[in-house]
Protein backbone atom coordinates (compact mmCIF):
# COMPACT_ATOMS: atom_id res chain seq x y z
CA UNK A 1 0.00 0.00 0.00
CA UNK A 2 1.04 3.55 -0.94
CA UNK A 3 -0.33 7.01 -0.56
CA UNK A 4 1.60 10.20 -2.38
CA UNK A 5 0.22 13.85 -1.74
CA UNK A 6 1.27 16.31 -4.46
CA UNK A 7 0.01 19.90 -5.04
CA UNK A 8 1.70 21.83 -1.84
CA UNK A 9 2.81 25.28 -1.85
CA UNK A 10 2.66 28.71 -0.66
CA UNK A 11 -0.47 30.50 -1.65
CA UNK A 12 -1.74 33.95 -0.51
CA UNK A 13 -5.24 34.68 1.46
CA UNK A 14 -8.33 34.30 -0.32
CA UNK A 15 -6.43 32.01 -3.22
CA UNK A 16 -6.80 28.08 -4.45
CA UNK A 17 -4.82 24.80 -4.50
CA UNK A 18 -5.68 21.29 -5.29
CA UNK A 19 -4.15 18.48 -3.50
CA UNK A 20 -3.97 15.11 -5.26
CA UNK A 21 -2.97 11.73 -3.70
CA UNK A 22 -2.30 8.77 -5.82
CA UNK A 23 -2.79 5.40 -4.33
CA UNK A 24 -1.38 2.00 -4.75
CA UNK A 25 -1.21 -1.37 -3.69
CA UNK A 26 -4.93 -2.14 -2.93
CA UNK A 27 -8.17 -1.50 -4.55
CA UNK A 28 -8.44 1.77 -4.62
CA UNK A 29 -12.71 1.90 -5.21
CA UNK A 30 -13.10 -0.38 -2.35
CA UNK A 31 -11.91 2.20 0.37
CA UNK A 32 -12.89 4.94 1.90
CA UNK A 33 -10.33 7.98 2.38
CA UNK A 34 -9.49 10.49 4.62
CA UNK A 35 -7.91 14.22 4.42
CA UNK A 36 -6.38 14.96 7.65
CA UNK A 37 -4.23 18.07 8.78
CA UNK A 38 -1.59 18.89 10.94
CA UNK A 39 -0.22 22.51 11.93
CA UNK A 40 3.03 22.58 12.51
CA UNK A 41 4.21 21.60 15.64
CA UNK A 42 0.65 20.44 16.98
CA UNK A 43 -2.02 17.69 17.02
CA UNK A 44 -3.89 16.44 13.98
CA UNK A 45 -7.25 17.65 12.76
CA UNK A 46 -10.10 15.58 10.47
CA UNK A 47 -10.78 17.56 7.06
CA UNK A 48 -12.91 15.53 5.01
CA UNK A 49 -13.70 12.33 4.43
CA UNK A 50 -14.97 10.48 1.13
CA UNK A 51 -16.57 7.22 1.05
CA UNK A 52 -16.19 4.34 -1.77
CA UNK A 53 -19.47 5.30 -2.83
CA UNK A 54 -18.41 9.21 -3.15
CA UNK A 55 -20.49 10.13 0.22
CA UNK A 56 -18.53 12.99 1.50
CA UNK A 57 -18.46 14.73 4.97
CA UNK A 58 -16.38 17.59 5.93
CA UNK A 59 -14.80 19.35 9.40
CA UNK A 60 -16.96 22.74 10.08
CA UNK A 61 -13.85 24.33 9.56
CA UNK A 62 -13.57 23.80 5.71
CA UNK A 63 -16.89 23.20 4.89
CA UNK A 64 -18.65 25.27 2.37
CA UNK A 65 -14.31 25.40 1.54
CA UNK A 66 -12.89 22.30 0.62
CA UNK A 67 -13.87 19.88 -1.73
CA UNK A 68 -12.99 16.64 -1.47
CA UNK A 69 -13.30 14.06 -4.26
CA UNK A 70 -12.24 10.52 -6.13
CA UNK A 71 -11.24 9.69 -9.45
CA UNK A 72 -10.95 5.65 -9.23
CA UNK A 73 -10.03 5.07 -12.75
CA UNK A 74 -6.80 7.00 -11.79
CA UNK A 75 -6.34 5.86 -8.44
CA UNK A 76 -6.72 9.31 -7.35
CA UNK A 77 -8.30 10.95 -4.48
CA UNK A 78 -8.24 15.00 -4.71
CA UNK A 79 -8.82 18.24 -2.06
CA UNK A 80 -9.91 21.36 -3.72
CA UNK A 81 -8.71 24.37 -1.00
CA UNK A 82 -10.76 27.31 -2.28
CA UNK A 83 -10.45 30.60 0.13
CA UNK A 84 -7.56 29.52 1.85
CA UNK A 85 -6.89 31.21 5.66
CA UNK A 86 -3.74 31.64 7.43
CA UNK A 87 -5.02 28.81 9.40
CA UNK A 88 -5.47 26.50 6.82
CA UNK A 89 -1.92 26.58 6.99
CA UNK A 90 -0.47 22.58 7.69
CA UNK A 91 0.86 19.59 6.45
CA UNK A 92 -2.27 17.74 4.71
CA UNK A 93 -2.33 14.14 4.93
CA UNK A 94 -4.44 11.28 3.06
CA UNK A 95 -5.31 8.02 5.04
CA UNK A 96 -6.94 5.17 4.21
CA UNK A 97 -10.29 4.08 5.37
CA UNK A 98 -11.93 4.69 8.95
CA UNK A 99 -9.26 2.96 10.75
CA UNK A 100 -6.61 5.47 9.19
CA UNK A 101 -4.38 2.26 8.72
CA UNK A 102 -2.43 3.89 5.81
CA UNK A 103 -1.04 7.49 5.84
CA UNK A 104 0.83 9.09 2.89
CA UNK A 105 3.92 11.38 3.92
CA UNK A 106 2.27 14.69 3.42
CA UNK A 107 2.09 17.49 1.74
CA UNK A 108 3.16 21.53 3.26
CA UNK A 109 0.25 24.29 2.40
CA UNK A 110 1.24 27.90 3.13
CA UNK A 111 -0.87 30.20 3.07
CA UNK A 112 0.91 33.80 3.62
CA UNK A 113 0.69 37.30 1.94
CA UNK B 1 -17.26 16.83 19.01
CA UNK B 2 -15.88 13.96 21.32
CA UNK B 3 -12.63 14.88 23.38
CA UNK B 4 -9.58 12.64 23.85
CA UNK B 5 -7.51 13.84 26.63
CA UNK B 6 -4.24 11.76 26.60
CA UNK B 7 -1.69 12.05 30.11
CA UNK B 8 1.26 12.17 30.47
CA UNK B 9 2.08 14.92 27.54
CA UNK B 10 5.54 14.02 27.90
CA UNK B 11 6.92 10.19 28.94
CA UNK B 12 10.71 10.10 29.48
CA UNK B 13 12.10 6.43 29.58
CA UNK B 14 14.94 4.31 29.52
CA UNK B 15 15.92 1.69 27.14
CA UNK B 16 13.77 -1.61 28.43
CA UNK B 17 11.43 0.62 30.40
CA UNK B 18 7.76 -0.22 30.36
CA UNK B 19 5.28 2.83 29.99
CA UNK B 20 2.15 2.96 29.67
CA UNK B 21 0.32 5.89 28.10
CA UNK B 22 -3.60 6.91 29.41
CA UNK B 23 -6.60 8.42 26.71
CA UNK B 24 -9.84 9.41 28.08
CA UNK B 25 -12.37 10.49 26.23
CA UNK B 26 -15.28 12.83 26.80
CA UNK B 27 -18.11 10.56 26.18
CA UNK B 28 -18.12 6.61 25.57
CA UNK B 29 -17.48 5.41 22.59
CA UNK B 30 -18.94 2.06 22.42
CA UNK B 31 -20.13 2.23 19.05
CA UNK B 32 -24.00 0.92 18.43
CA UNK B 33 -22.50 -2.18 16.69
CA UNK B 34 -20.75 -3.34 19.55
CA UNK B 35 -17.16 -2.36 18.58
CA UNK B 36 -15.17 0.34 20.22
CA UNK B 37 -13.25 2.25 17.37
CA UNK B 38 -10.34 3.77 19.64
CA UNK B 39 -6.84 3.30 17.82
CA UNK B 40 -3.42 4.25 18.90
CA UNK B 41 -1.06 5.83 15.97
CA UNK B 42 2.54 6.75 16.52
CA UNK B 43 4.02 9.36 14.82
CA UNK B 44 8.21 9.11 14.42
CA UNK B 45 10.40 12.08 14.14
CA UNK B 46 9.66 13.73 10.47
CA UNK B 47 7.42 10.92 9.18
CA UNK B 48 3.34 10.59 9.35
CA UNK B 49 1.52 8.60 11.53
CA UNK B 50 1.05 4.81 11.98
CA UNK B 51 -1.24 2.89 13.01
CA UNK B 52 -0.39 0.65 15.96
CA UNK B 53 -3.33 -0.63 17.59
CA UNK B 54 -6.94 -0.37 16.43
CA UNK B 55 -10.40 -1.42 17.62
CA UNK B 56 -8.82 -0.83 21.69
CA UNK B 57 -6.84 -3.99 21.69
CA UNK B 58 -5.81 -4.94 17.92
CA UNK B 59 -2.26 -5.24 16.92
CA UNK B 60 -2.03 -3.73 13.17
CA UNK B 61 -0.02 -6.31 10.61
CA UNK B 62 4.01 -5.94 11.27
CA UNK B 63 3.79 -4.22 15.08
CA UNK B 64 6.05 -5.80 17.32
CA UNK B 65 4.19 -7.50 20.10
CA UNK B 66 5.55 -5.07 22.97
CA UNK B 67 2.79 -3.01 22.30
CA UNK B 68 -0.36 -3.57 23.68
CA UNK B 69 -3.91 -1.94 24.20
CA UNK B 70 -6.38 -1.86 26.76
CA UNK B 71 -9.92 -0.18 28.22
CA UNK B 72 -13.51 0.45 27.55
CA UNK B 73 -15.68 3.38 27.23
CA UNK B 74 -14.35 6.50 27.91
CA UNK B 75 -11.10 5.24 29.29
CA UNK B 76 -8.14 3.55 27.54
CA UNK B 77 -4.27 2.21 27.98
CA UNK B 78 -1.60 1.86 25.32
CA UNK B 79 1.64 0.21 27.29
CA UNK B 80 5.06 -0.72 25.81
CA UNK B 81 6.50 -3.63 27.45
CA UNK B 82 10.03 -3.03 27.07
CA UNK B 83 10.90 0.51 25.16
CA UNK B 84 13.15 0.54 22.30
CA UNK B 85 14.89 3.32 20.59
CA UNK B 86 12.46 2.74 17.42
CA UNK B 87 9.84 3.43 19.62
CA UNK B 88 10.58 7.23 20.13
CA UNK B 89 8.22 10.08 19.07
CA UNK B 90 4.82 11.21 19.56
CA UNK B 91 1.53 9.01 20.65
CA UNK B 92 -1.90 9.82 19.40
CA UNK B 93 -5.42 7.85 20.22
CA UNK B 94 -8.14 8.49 17.80
CA UNK B 95 -11.76 7.63 17.94
CA UNK B 96 -13.89 6.80 15.09
CA UNK B 97 -17.08 5.77 16.82
CA UNK B 98 -18.43 9.14 16.26
CA UNK B 99 -17.89 12.04 13.67
CA UNK B 100 -16.12 13.89 13.58
CA UNK B 101 -13.24 11.86 13.48
CA UNK B 102 -10.93 13.46 16.40
CA UNK B 103 -7.42 12.60 17.63
CA UNK B 104 -5.85 12.69 21.00
CA UNK B 105 -3.65 15.54 22.07
CA UNK B 106 -0.83 13.47 22.15
CA UNK B 107 1.98 11.83 24.58
CA UNK B 108 5.56 12.71 23.10
CA UNK B 109 7.88 9.29 24.33
CA UNK B 110 11.47 10.94 24.81
CA UNK B 111 14.99 9.08 25.85
CA UNK B 112 15.49 10.23 29.79
Known amino acids: VQLVESGGGL ?19 SYGMHW ?14 ISSSSGTVYADAVKGRFTISR ?12 SLKSEDTAIYYCARSGNCDY ?5 MVTVSS | ?31 SDGDTYLNWLLQRPGQSPQLL ?3 VSNLESGVPNRF ?20 LGVYYCMQATHAPLTFGTGTKLELK
Open chain 1, 71 to 82: DNAKNTLYLQLN
Open chain 1, 11 to 29: VQPGKSLKLSCSASGFTFS
Open chain 2, 1 to 31: DVVLTQTPPTLSATIGQSVSISCRSSQSLLD
Open chain 2, 68 to 87: SGSGSETDFTLKISGVEAED
Open chain 1, 36 to 49: IRQTPGKGLDWVAY
Open chain 2, 53 to 55: IYS
Open chain 1, 103 to 107: WGQGV
